[in-house]
């Protein structure tokens, strides 16, 4: 296998089967995938997801949640950890993580939940991804900021018309925190999660 010296940031992948697009889905087409990105000398696969569940939009959730159970097991056999899209059903994620043993760190895509639920993740040492909350000031996620902890924070664009710099000030606007320092704890954040070296930043 390569070393990670060998590839750009921007060689890494992960390999989504989101809740939004699972009428067709097959576990053997998203291993065979996964196989085909392992294989490839050029990338290194380092996340499944975005993965999830959501009772507001996809296929019925019993059948979403039969799949994500199937991921959450693969995960566990190839040992990575999962990008979550989750929209009202932390309790049935949370409870297939605990039915099949998933105890790897998560990261919470776009996660907009009030501050009990937040620090039920964040205690249990899952990330949030932060981005276009930034400009929600009326979301949950936009008034826990300050009280946030920057260690439990990975950034993101999404489908923000905004560059990752922007997401950047814009947060460190808001959180009123020195940059460097801010800096450093998300790139921390970001290696911690992805397993990747430090000096790799």
Partial sequence: ?????????NQLVSL?????????FSMNEFINAFNYLSSRRDLKI????????????????????NIF??????ANEVNLP???????ALDDILGCFKKYKYTR???????????????KLTKTGHYIGVGQSLWR???????????????NVLLETDD???SIDHVYSRYIQLIDQPREIVLHQIKSNFCLFFELPLNSL
Wanted: proline share 2%; aromatic share 8%.
């Fill in 137 to 151: 000031e009326n979301s949950k996620i936009f008034r826990q900021l300050s009280g946030l902890e920057i260690g």
């Fill in 160 to 162: 923000l018309d905004k």
């Fill in 82 to 88: 999962l990008i979550i899209h989750c929209v009202s």
């Fill in 69 to 74: 159970s199937q991921i959450v097991n693969f």
């Fill in 105 to 119: 760190s998560c990261l919470f895509h776009d996660f907009n939940v009030n501050k009990i639920m937040t620090n």
């Fill in 46 to 65: 380092v996340a499944l997801g975005e993965v999830g569940l959501d009772r507001k939009r996809g296929i019925p959730l019993k059948e979403q949640l």
């Fill in 1 to 9: 296998m390569y070393q990670l010296k060998d590839i750009e940031l």
């Fill in 16 to 24: 989504s089967a989101h809740p939004w697009d699972l009428s067709d």
